[in-house]
């Protein structure tokens, strides 16, 4: 699974380690992703998404409506 949000983008970031004598390796921060699976009223169907925690806050905030509408907009097919 791709460490990417379908709502929000996030991706992974880099960074270094760095050690106790500071020697620095490289790192990534991935962001914490879930595969959640809604009901698509519009559709009457099942949609499963690709999102991060703070994504899965956003749908239950805005609605799973609305969320499918802006992941097409930024040209995700669902």
């Not at 009901?39 to 609605?63: C, F, M, N, Y």
């Amino acid at each position: 699974m791709s460490a990417h949000c379908q709502l929000t983008g996030a991706r992974p970031g880099f960074g270094n380690r760095v050690s106790h004598s500071h020697r620095r390796t490289s790192r990534r921060f991935d962001p914490n992703i879930q595969r959640k699976r809604y009901w698509l009223p519009s559709e009457g169907r099942h949609v499963r998404l690709t999102l991060s925690a703070r994504a899965v806050k956003t749908v239950d905030g805005i609605g799973i409506e609305a969320a499918v509408a802006r992941i097409r907009a930024r040209g995700v097919k669902v």
